[in-house]
């Protein structure tokens, strides 16, 4: 089982929807969460933080649940430049850090 | 301030051939890393630094050797480059550690796409 798991979609939805990602963990002692935004041919960029009670960035909805280990990412109101890849990392510190990087979930969003 | 630069941004070598990726960060931050992306496949850190003068070994470090001697710098190097090696590598550089809060966003170069014949 992979540390971290993202569907790899991709999501095609119309402008004005509301999309939502899943993202699951299999390591119960991580600590950090983020979602990460790629482009295509273009690096990663950190969109938003996920905190335990759950954070809105305009948007974007970011939640945790470390019982089932999944965060999750909502997006209302899709518009065209939401178009990318959205990528789930998952840290935590065993003696060392390791940070994990799903391979991503793909979005289109269409006119 | 140009943030996290990478050269070469492309590159295609010989399997055998040895080649160094030079990353450069203006951020004055402490940790960087080097990064390989595959299709289908999640960002697999290769080597990182937690400061100048100090290297480890990620999840992927077979075939690849670091150094960073400034702290700006981290240089990745291929030693003796196989067809298992192409792929496109990210440098990224943070201010803190992975143990969480805002301060571990990690910033990311363009990349450079090597591709080893």
């Known amino acids: 089982r992979k540390e971290v798991e993202q569907d790899p979609g991709p999501f095609n939805v119309p402008e004005g929807a509301t999309v939502a990602f899943n993202c699951t963990y299999s390591n119960s002692a991580s600590q950090s969460f983020f979602w990460y935004r790629q482009d295509c041919r273009k690096e990663p960029k950190l969109l938003m933080s996920v905190y335990s009670s759950g954070n809105e960035d305009g948007r974007f909805t970011a939640q945790l649940n470390r019982a089932s280990q999944y965060i999750s990412l909502l997006i209302r109101d899709s518009k065209l430049s939401d178009s990318a890849t959205y990528l789930c990392v998952v840290s935590f510190y065993t003696g060392g850090f390791k940070t994990i990087f799903g391979a991503g979930t793909r979005l289109f969003v269409k006119a | 301030n140009a943030g996290v630069t990478q050269t070469p941004k492309f590159r295609v070598l010989k399997t055998g051939q040895s080649m160094t990726l030079l990353c450069a960060q203006d951020m004055n931050h402490e940790y960087m890393y080097w990064y390989r992306q595959d299709p289908g496949m999640g960002l697999r850190l290769i080597h990182y630094?937690?400061?100048?003068?100090?290297?480890a070994k990620g999840e992927v470090p077979d075939g690849y050797n670091v150094s960073r001697l400034k702290k700006q710098n981290f240089l990745l190097g291929l030693e003796s480059a196989a067809p298992s090696q192409t792929s496109v590598y990210f440098c990224?550089?943070?201010?803190?550690?992975?143990?969480?809060?805002?301060?571990?966003?990690?910033?990311f170069g363009p990349g450079t796409r090597l591709t080893v014949l």
């Open positions: 990224a550089s943070s201010y803190g550690g992975l143990a969480g809060g805002p301060s571990n966003e990690q910033f």
């Open positions: 630094s937690v400061g100048e003068g100090t290297t």
